[in-house]
């Protein structure tokens, strides 16, 4: 008997999302901000290239589009009440910054500022905004990489696409398997 069972199509990102869930700062005008993102993906390892939608309905849209720089930041799971919260409201009407007790760390290549508190952060510029107007996807280039290892809690979590959350757990070692791209081991 056949165990199969119809999924709406408008259910099938949560089959798929990408994770780990990120958040994206930007800075425009002398004002920072910062968004909750989960709809991000590697596209190619050297330069590090980034695709990542980012909505004309997100506060930070404008900004991105007009600066064409970013950080992608990674939170611990420690995080992910505020990661959360930030997701819930619009930079247009609060400092998520300050509200959510994130400290703000000078960046070297771009204006967004990295979060001191998170496992690790991507200084971006966009490379590519041909598919920004019909599906809001920035194609962004890492142009400088920072990671915390002093940080105690270094599990990320991944977005179930429907309120809930999968947190990282054991790591499996198949590093030996790893004959097609033995530069990444």
């Known amino acids: ?4 069972r119809d999924l709406p199509l408008a259910r099938v990102f949560q089959l798929i999302e990408p994770g ?18 989960s709809w991000h993906m590697m596209m190619e390892f ?9 909505s004309p309905a997100d506060y930070s849209y ?26 819930n409201c619009s930079g247009a009407d609060i400092d998520k910054f300050s509200v959510y007790r ?12 990295l979060i001191a508190e ?3 952060n991507l200084e971006c510029k ?6 920004v107007n019909k599906y809001a996807l920035f194609i962004l280039e890492a142009v400088k990489a920072w990671r915390n290892p002093a940080r105690r809690e270094r599990r990320t979590f991944h977005a179930n696409g429907d309120g809930t ?3 990282d757990g054991r790591t499996l070692d198949l590093k030996k398997k790893m004959v097609k791209f033995p530069e990444l081991v």
Do not use: H, Q, Y
Not at 1 to 4: I, K, L, R, T
Not at 20 to 37: E, F, H
Not at 65 to 80: K, M, Q, S, W, Y
């Open 1 to 4: 008997m056949n165990a199969m």
């Open 20 to 37: 780990p869930v990120a958040l994206l700062t930007t800075a425009s005008k002398g004002r920072a901000n910062v968004m909750t993102m």
């Open 46 to 54: 050297v330069p590090p290239l980034i695709a990542c939608v980012v």
């Open 62 to 87: 404008n900004a991105l589009r007009t600066t064409r720089e970013c950080v992608i930041a990674i939170p611990g799971v420690d995080l992910i009440g505020k990661v959360v919260d930030i997701g």
């Open 102 to 113: 994130l400290t703000a760390v000078p960046a070297k290549k771009v204006a967004a500022p």
């Open 118 to 120: 998170c496992l690790a």
């Open 126 to 131: 966009v490379v590519d905004t041909r598919m």
């Open 165 to 167: 959350f999968v947190v």
